[in-house]
């Protein structure tokens, strides 16, 4: 439910009013805004908010002098929120058209996502990732995982000692586990993870398994994988590597009663959890792909991408394993899961896994969000498992995350009341990014251009 601030005087963390002199050149207000405190669930109603350097310098009740602001924004009628992360995003490779990786990142942006966790990591990402900190190019905050480890590209403790501790070196931010590592070498992994002071996340290969995952103190586990696979009693004699897509197999042998016992070891062991809801509720699932290619945001993507998506898709369907009754068995253990782990659990952070089938970034955050909803998640929950959740994940409380005087300034201007219709994120009416600010038409103008570009690949 939420709170409505009444203007009764001064309030923590804001001033009463601004001094009329000694305005910066390049300050910028935000007047008469609905600030939307993603921690509390309260709003904050008619601030002024000045931002100068990418940085939010005051809130305040009253400004004397708006005028006198270099660049001023109306915000009255309007919600201010926290720019969003994306926790489950995909940076192109360096072999991509550098277009196309500019593109990618305007397309975050423009959905209000300020700060992107790339999951499959490149030299070239260091590079953009630091050309992004230093402002050399629009794009959101990048943090970037290493190049994959899985079964091809460790096979042994050796490989995983050498992998770690040249990742960790090179400066990733964390690793990026994928399927198919052998349980020795993830174990070494882990270790020398430890020992050289670098973190891990990402999928949960088969010869290691949920509670051993666990145990062994994930920063992320993405996709809620290897959850459903442990919901499996013993005495199904089940081969563990005959689990399908993220344990869709098993689900006729899934015993619910044992989600409680994960729950608490991800709390236990402070794991969070990236749902990526949507990747199953558009990739593998009973959706067709007339109706997926006709949603407006697809003319964002290349033709050969659309292409791609729908030949993997069409093939995926024709799988004859794959029936809609046990899609919507899947789907409901997946939610219960994704529920209980919000409650009880570590903590959710949003990620959608874009551009993966028909994901396109940025916009696929919309869907992930509806998907958390009908998880039975509140729409003040699902805000803070993209703002103040990844905030704390990096260790970056007081950086970015909500809308704090000293912070960096990663805002989104909405019409409408997201803690009372979470599709209110849709209706963006300007993103501000570590201080610089897209307006609609700027936001508009750069979509129309990429749509024209992917047309043409």
């Given at each position: 439910?939420?709170?409505?601030?009444?203007?009764?005087?001064?309030?923590?963390?804001?001033?009463?009013?601004?001094?009329?002199?000694?305005?910066?050149?390049?300050?910028?207000?935000?007047?008469?805004?609905?600030?939307?405190?993603?921690?509390?669930?309260?709003?904050?109603?008619?601030?002024?908010?000045?931002?100068?350097?990418?940085?939010?310098?005051?809130i305040t009740d009253i400004v004397e002098n708006a005028k006198s602001y270099p660049l001023q924004i109306d915000g009255k009628g309007k919600y201010l929120?926290?720019?969003?992360?994306?926790?489950?995003?995909?940076?192109?490779?360096?072999?991509?058209?550098?277009?196309?990786?500019?593109?990618?990142?305007?397309?975050?942006?423009?959905?209000?996502?300020?700060?992107?966790?790339?999951?499959?990591?490149?030299?070239?990402?260091?590079?953009?990732?630091?050309?992004?900190?230093?402002?050399?190019?629009?794009?959101?905050?990048?943090?970037?995982?290493?190049?994959?480890?899985?079964?091809?590209?460790?096979?042994?403790?050796?490989?995983?000692?050498?992998?770690?501790?040249?990742?960790?070196?090179?400066?990733?931010?964390?690793?990026?586990?994928?399927?198919?590592?052998?349980?020795?070498?993830?174990?070494?992994?882990?270790?020398?993870?430890?020992?050289?002071?670098?973190?891990?996340?990402?999928?949960?290969?088969?010869?290691?398994?949920?509670?051993?995952?666990?145990?062994?103190?994930?920063?992320?586990?993405?996709?809620?994988?290897?959850?459903?696979?442990?919901?499996?009693?013993?005495?199904?004699?089940?081969?563990?590597?005959?689990?399908?897509?993220?344990?869709?197999?098993?689900?006729?042998?899934?015993?619910?009663?044992?989600?409680?016992?994960?729950?608490?070891?991800?709390?236990?062991?402070?794991?969070?959890?990236?749902?990526?809801?949507?990747?199953?509720?558009?990739?593998?699932?009973?959706?067709?792909?007339?109706?997926?290619?006709?949603?407006?945001?697809?003319?964002?993507?290349?033709?050969?991408?659309?292409?791609?998506?729908?030949?993997?898709?069409?093939?995926?369907?024709?799988?004859?394993?794959?029936?809609?009754?046990?899609?919507?068995?899947?789907?409901?253990?997946?939610?219960?899961?994704?529920?209980?782990?919000?409650?009880?659990?570590?903590?959710?952070?949003?990620?959608?896994?874009?551009?993966?089938?028909?994901?396109?970034?940025?916009?696929?955050?919309?869907?992930?969000?509806?998907?958390?909803?009908?998880?039975?998640?509140?729409?003040?929950?699902?805000?803070?498992?993209?703002?103040?959740?990844?905030?704390?994940?990096?260790?970056?409380?007081?950086?970015?995350?909500?809308?704090?005087?000293?912070?960096?300034?990663?805002?989104?201007?909405?019409?409408?009341?997201?803690?009372?219709?979470?599709?209110?994120?849709?209706?963006?009416?300007?993103?501000?990014?570590?201080?610089?600010?897209?307006?609609?038409?700027?936001?508009?103008?750069?979509?129309?251009?990429?749509?024209?570009?992917?047309?043409?690949?």
């Amino acid at each position: 439910m939420k709170k409505i601030a009444v203007l009764l005087g001064l309030l923590v963390g804001f001033s009463c009013s601004l001094p009329k002199d000694n305005i910066s050149p390049t300050a910028q207000l935000i007047s008469n805004v609905s600030i939307v405190d993603v921690q509390t669930g309260t709003i904050w109603e008619n601030r002024q908010v000045v931002v100068d350097s990418g940085i939010i310098v005051h809130i305040t009740d009253i400004v004397e002098n708006a005028k006198s602001y270099p660049l001023q924004i109306d915000g009255k009628g309007k919600y201010l929120v926290p720019g969003l992360a994306e926790m489950h995003a995909h940076i192109p490779p360096p072999t991509t058209d550098p277009q196309r990786i500019e593109e990618t990142l305007f397309l975050y942006l423009s959905n209000g996502i300020t700060t992107i966790r790339g999951m499959l990591g490149d030299p070239a990402h260091l590079i953009l990732r630091e050309k992004a900190k230093n402002g050399e190019i629009l794009s959101p905050r990048i943090f970037t995982s290493s190049p994959s480890l899985n079964g091809n590209t460790v096979t042994s403790k050796t490989e995983a000692i050498e992998k770690v501790t040249a990742y960790q070196k090179e400066g990733y931010d964390f690793l990026k586990i994928h399927p198919g590592v052998p349980l020795e070498a993830f174990d070494q992994m882990v270790i020398t993870a430890n020992e050289v002071g670098i973190r891990f996340a990402g999928h949960v290969p088969v010869a290691v398994g949920i509670r051993h995952a666990l145990e062994s103190k994930y920063a992320s586990i993405d996709h809620v994988d290897g959850f459903l696979e442990g919901l499996v009693p013993k005495s199904a004699g089940v081969d563990p590597s005959d689990n399908g897509f993220f344990g869709y197999a098993f689900t006729p042998l899934a015993d619910t009663t044992g989600i409680d016992e994960l729950v608490q070891m991800a709390k236990t062991n402070k794991v969070w959890i990236v749902p990526t809801q949507s990747l199953f509720e558009r990739w593998y699932a009973p959706i067709s792909v007339e109706v997926l290619l006709a949603q407006p945001e697809m003319k964002y993507m290349p033709k050969t991408t659309l292409a791609n998506w729908e030949r993997i898709k069409k093939e995926d369907m024709a799988d004859e394993n794959f029936t809609e009754a046990q899609w919507r068995q899947f789907d409901a253990i997946r939610k219960k899961l994704i529920h209980k782990l919000q409650q009880n659990g570590h903590g959710m952070l949003l990620g959608s896994d874009a551009p993966q089938l028909f994901n396109v970034p940025g916009f696929s955050i919309q869907h992930e969000m509806q998907g958390l909803l009908d998880a039975g998640l509140t729409p003040l929950e699902i805000l803070q498992s993209g703002t103040i959740n990844p905030a704390a994940y990096f260790d970056m409380s007081e950086t970015f995350g909500a809308i704090k005087e000293g912070m960096q300034a990663d805002l989104i201007l909405i019409d409408g009341n997201p803690l009372e219709d979470l599709s209110a994120l849709q209706n963006i009416q300007g993103v501000m990014v570590k201080g610089i600010w897209l307006d609609r038409k700027t936001i508009d103008d750069k979509l129309e251009e990429i749509a024209k570009h992917a047309e043409q690949e």
